[in-house]
């Protein structure tokens, strides 16, 4: 136990400066033409390199990055939505007639619509006749074929276009995120406006809720805060609460009433003009057990650790291995979790991964969750995240670093 000790204070340097409380203003909404002209510019050389004629997407994320176009409507599954990047000019959207006044407020230009929703040809034949209309330099075109990605179109129409394509269909999706790994610096703005939003109403929910009361009703309160503060939306907020620690991350709240000795897990993804951030914050309920105070007390020793490893040239391994050595030495029976961290951006969790054999080198302008966790005993776990964008002289929080004594529900 000393040794462990020893070995986390010898991180405590890294904590100067960082409990800096930031309130920004609150940026412009949308992004000019020149972004979406670096972006494309960006994935067309890209796709040079990854021998493609176009890229075909389908999902609302990649159709964002590329267009800047976002609907409500995503919710509704009826009608499939594309838009093609082509080796050299700007983006083609192919989209239901009903979003084409929308997607002309976009920088798009060349917009090209059927009337949708119609299941028996919903967009094939257009789009087949847009991707064969391109100029052939490779044969191939990508898909959202690969890691982290999925078409949103029915999967029978996807085979039937593939199959009736004089072009090979490949996987576009390391070209697809080759790409959106690396951050603009308006992108990140946004990363940094939400994070900010969420860190400001984290520090202000234990002076919000009191022992007695639910998750869900914790959850709640969160929320509207997060909402008054000028997020967008909140599509992420589990809860979850324990003796000690808690059993899993990803689900809740419950109804289950916030008890004296529990500890109060809650993770949000927020986001702002599309872009989300993606970290959480433990409180201890009343007086908790000395175990949860010392490992959480390790783990934001870990995550210092994690902050100071992500840098320009590294890799996603070493940063999981700057971790896992704290994370071992405090005891760690088990992480359920898979991992350290991860991306961040249009999505809640993105490419890369921490862990052992991803093998991802860091590069300047990625955003990246640093995020240890550990079970220390049989169904208690703990887990820290901050979010951070990797920068030539090295990482910056993004988050409100959170404060290493466990904040107080009375």
């Known amino acids: 136990m000393a040794a462990t000790i020893s070995l986390l204070n010898n991180f405590l340097s890294l904590t100067k400066g960082r409990e800096v409380h930031t309130t920004l203003s609150m940026p412009k909404r949308g992004f000019s033409s020149k972004e979406f002209e670096t972006r494309t510019s960006r994935a067309q050389e890209i796709m040079y390199r990854h021998e493609l004629d176009a890229l075909l997407v389908s999902s609302p994320p990649n159709v964002r990055y590329f267009t800047g176009f976002d609907s409500q409507f995503w919710e509704s599954p009826t009608r499939p939505w594309f838009v093609v990047v082509p080796l050299g000019g700007n983006p083609i959207a192919v989209i239901p007639e009903i979003g084409a006044p929308e997607m002309a407020l976009t920088w798009i230009k060349d917009i090209r619509t059927w009337p949708a929703p119609v299941p028996e040809d919903d967009g094939l034949s257009l789009l087949k006749a847009t991707l064969e209309s391109l100029p052939k330099r490779f044969g191939r075109i990508g898909a959202e074929l690969g890691r982290e990605m999925a078409l949103r179109m029915p999967v029978s129409d996807f085979l039937k276009l593939r199959d009736s394509l004089a072009l090979e269909v490949a996987d576009g999706s390391p070209a697809i995120w080759q790409a959106r790994m690396i951050k603009t610096p308006t992108e990140i703005d946004r990363i940094h406006f939400i994070c900010q939003i969420a860190s400001e109403a984290y520090e202000q929910l234990p002076s919000q809720i009191s022992i007695g009361e639910s998750e869900r009703e914790a959850v709640r309160k969160l929320r509207i805060d997060i909402a008054k503060r000028g997020a967008d939306a909140t599509p992420f907020m589990p809860a979850i609460s324990g003796p000690g620690g808690v059993p899993q991350i990803v689900c809740g709240p419950h109804d289950r009433i916030i008890e ?122 703990i887990v820290h995240e901050e979010n951070i964008a990797v920068t030539k002289d090295g990482p910056r929080l993004l988050t409100t670093r959170a404060p290493r004594e466990l904040p107080v529900i009375r």
């Open 260 to 381: 004296e000795g529990d500890i109060l897990f809650i993770d949000t993804g927020s986001t702002f003009d599309g872009y989300f951030c993606d970290f959480d914050r433990n409180y201890a309920v009343g007086k908790v057990s000395d175990d949860a105070h010392r490992v959480h007390d390790a783990l934001w020793i870990a995550t210092e650790a994690g902050i100071r490893a992500a840098v320009p040239g590294a890799t996603t391994d070493d940063v999981f291995a700057a971790m896992a050595k704290i994370i071992q030495d405090a005891g760690a029976i088990g992480n359920n979790v898979g991992r350290l961290g991860h991306g961040l951006g249009l999505q809640l969790t993105e490419p890369p991964s921490h862990r052992l054999g991803d093998g991802t080198v860091i590069r300047e302008n990625m955003v990246l969750t640093i995020e240890p966790g550990m079970e220390y005993a049989p169904g208690k776990m």
